[in-house]
Structures are given as C-alpha cells and as structure tokens.
C-alpha cells in the first residue's frame, strides 16, 4: 500500500489518483513515485482478478449438472462474498479519495455514498434510513419470487438474474446496516475493521463505490438542448459490485422476458 502522506500533506491535499509513475495530489501537485509502490498497487489488482477467474472457472464448470434451487444459492453466495470482498478490501486499503488509474478508461477511486446506486442521495438520514427498510421489504419480495420461479423451473438465465439482483440488494443492504458500526471513520487515513471505537449507528452505515469507466470525456455539441456546450463524462457514475449485479440482473430479465413473465393462455371454450 502506496503511504500517500510521504507525498501529500495530511490536512487536505491527500490523494487524487496515481498515473503512470506520479502521484497527483488534490492540490494537482505531481510527484514521483517508486517503482516498488507501483508493482504493489498492480498486485493489488491482480488478486482481485485472480479471485474473480477462479470463481468464474468454479461456477462454469459445474453449471449444467445444478439443480435450479442450487444455481440460486450458489449464484447469491459468490454475489454476495465477491461483493464484501472487494468492499472490504478497498475500504482497508484505500485512502477516502484515492484513485489508481488501471486504463485511462478504468480507475478504481474509493468513495461512498448514503443513498441510491451509483452515488445519488435520497433525503438525508430519514431518507436513508426509509430506503434502508425499503430494500429489507424489497430482498423479501425478491426472495419470494425467486423461490417461485425456481418451482416453476423457469430458464436459468430468469434464475441467475434474479438471484444477481437479490445478491446486490443484500450486499448493499450490508453497507448500509452494519458499515457504521463494524469500520472507524477517520479523515485521510485507512479505515479500520472492528476497532474498539466508532462514532457510526446500525442503520447509518455508508455504502461503499470503486468502480470508475470515464470512457469518453468533452462538451456536448452545441446544438442539444439545454446542455449544448456543457462539460460531459461518459460513464459519469462510480459504483460498486452490488450495482454491477443488479444491471446484470435487469438486463438478464428482460433479454429473457418471455420467460420471466410469461403471458398465460386464455383458454377459449368450444
């Protein structure tokens, strides 16, 4: 782990990101960095990968001989371990505003968020807290469907998207209700996983974001409406598995909607 106070002051000016072979502090001051620190950091990443290939090689290779019921519960146990995994790992490892720059259109940039998916903000603590109990009822709904579609012996494409969109909702259910309480919270420092104190509530816990694809950055032609000329970052928002999960899981159901919501016949009589 790159010790980002050897290169920026401690008060604000911590990390923004590192590119190539420099650290970028907030204030955009650039300084070098050793080549050791960079080979950390790509280690970093290549263990995360290297869980990730072996999960995926696990889950292909035993794919057609599941029964549906057991497709859903492995699917929702590597969702969901993936999910804390890499959330851990980041919240440990990085700085509150670090930034590694893996492409120039791939960065893993550590921050959090006390609403929605992909960083929006939903009414302050009241509102968090309602979408806190919101997500509870909805993962209960979800469940139940899921359990119902698997004795219908629905496609495994509806099984596996349902069970990747209960895994990110329970995943970031995890953030939202115990992140408080098992992590500290300090300022420009790494965080800490069951410290002996902590300011954070049950319920008030911060979801945590890495995932970073500004793909194309720019201003928007003149001629769109109201935001003709404007500044715009394709993709703009920073997420986190859970997310990745969900959109995986919409995207699975209505590719196959047909079996997701099939229409019943109407039985015409003679």
Known sequence: MVTIYNYCSINFDHLKMIKGNQIICQNNQKYPIEKSDIKDLLERIENLYYILNNIVIFVTSNFREMSKKNLAILTIVIA????????????????LGEEVVVLDWFRIHFTENNGMAMGFEFGGKAGKLFLTLFRLVAVTALMFWLIGNIKRKVHNAVIIGISFIFSGAVGNIIDSVFYGVIFDHPSYKLATMFPEKTDGALFFGKVVD?????????DLPSWIPFVGGDPFTFFQYIFNPADSFISVGVALLFIFSKHAFPKEEEKIEA
Request: charged share 10%; no cysteine; proline share 4%.
């Open 210 to 218: 890495m995932f970073y694809f500004p793909i194309w950055s720019g």
């Open 80 to 95: 969901i371990i993936l999910d804390q995994v890499i959330k851990i790992y980041v919240k440990t490892n990085f700085v």
